[in-house]
């Protein structure tokens, strides 16, 4: 790929009002192979969970996909909660994607559950701009901490077919999708996350992601690395590591891993970081397993957080979009108390 080319696939489209740029199906977020638990969704909760498991019905993805045909819409995510390998959806989405020109954007948990990582590749390389690993050690102990159920020299020889997928694709002229790991840095893995910068190097990885855990469970608040000003000195320290093993630590190419979201924080809990411009309302859509309209991918939002904004199973997201109630909340939502408070708000360049 061009530097022009990449360069312009970083880019952030701008928002509009003739519908989203990125839209995330919300396809099956209670199914997942792994227990983590950091995580709402998949085998940690499914014991106790009271409900049925929430999955989309693969032809309401399939008419909004149609309703959207001709707009900005560029790229498509299949959920990022519990794993979207297991949907049974998948498959006909990737075909509606290819068909209608649209990128693919897939977070997996790095099993490859059912068909195994070569097959899963050679399926999505040509599709996805982008295949992020939830990849939470640089070791198998830290790993299988947080990912209770991985198994770590598998997943690790699971990136290694994906990367000869996509560097396969790219010798033949076809698309070169980037992999990502996806770290979600807390106190279990806060010492690791050069150890993972180096890891992604080794095999190929173009980018590691960090996100903050977000202590929205029970118990979750001890692993914050926001939480107090030692934790807070804990994530500095990490950051500095881990643009230090960026920089000494190459990829095959000769370039650097990109990192992002390496970004050091004040010490005071309660203001560590100046909040942004928000990076999604206006400009991505997100469509839950009943159709709900959400704005962003904040957990309140889904529940009406941010208002009742329609549903995509009743009316077609164009006309939500346009719609006025929605139409208000892009122009008002910095003065909105859930917004004001939000952590995805990052400050530029973040």
Not at 45 to 53: H, I, K, S, Y
Not at 215 to 240: F, H, T, Y
Not at 340 to 350: E, F, M, N, S, W
Request: one cysteine or more.
């Amino acid at each position: 790929m061009s530097t022009h080319a990449s360069r312009a696939r970083c880019a952030r489209p701008p928002g509009g009002p003739d519908g989203p740029w990125r839209l995330t199906f919300v396809t099956n977020p209670d199914d997942c192979n792994l227990a983590c638990a950091m995580c709402e969704c998949g085998a940690a909760r499914a014991a106790g969970r009271a409900r049925a498991p929430r999955r989309m019905d693969p032809e309401l993805a399939r008419r909004v996909l149609e309703e959207r045909r001709g707009s900005p819409l560029a790229e498509v995510i299949p959920s990022t909660l519990g794993e979207p390998l297991l949907w049974e959806g998948l498959d006909a989405l990737l075909e509606l994607c290819a068909a209608n020109g649209l990128a693919l954007n897939l977070t997996t948990n790095g099993t490859f559950p059912g068909r195994g990582a070569a097959a899963w590749a050679a399926r999505l390389v040509p599709v996805a701009s982008d295949v992020k690993l939830s990849w939470n050690g640089a070791t198998a102990a830290t790993a299988a901490a947080v990912m209770g159920g991985l198994r770590f020299e598998a997943a690790v020889e699971n990136v290694r077919m994906l990367v000869a997928a996509r560097d396969a694709s790219a010798r033949e002229g076809g698309r070169r999708c980037r992999v990502s790991f996806q770290v979600t840095a807390q106190e279990a893995n806060v010492g690791e996350l050069a150890g993972i910068v180096r890891l992604a190097a080794s095999l190929g990885v173009d980018r590691v992601k960090l996100n903050h855990l977000q202590p929205r469970l029970p118990g979750l608040e001890a692993g914050s690395l926001r939480r107090s000003p030692e934790a807070i000195g804990r994530w500095n320290a990490a950051v500095r590591a881990a643009r230090d093993a960026a920089e000494a630590t190459r990829l095959p190419s000769g370039a650097r891993v990109l990192l992002q979201n390496a970004v050091e924080l004040a010490p005071d809990p309660a203001a560590p970081a100046p909040r942004g411009p928000c990076p999604f309302i206006g400009r991505e859509a997100w469509v839950h397993p009943d159709g709900t309209f959400a704005p962003c991918p904040h957990p309140a939002a889904a529940r009406g957080g941010l208002g009742a904004l329609g549903s995509v199973a009743e009316a077609p997201l164009g006309a939500i979009w346009a719609g006025e109630r929605f139409r208000a909340l892009v122009a008002a939502y910095e003065d909105h108390p859930l917004c004001r408070a939000c952590a995805l708000r990052r400050p530029g360049g973040a």
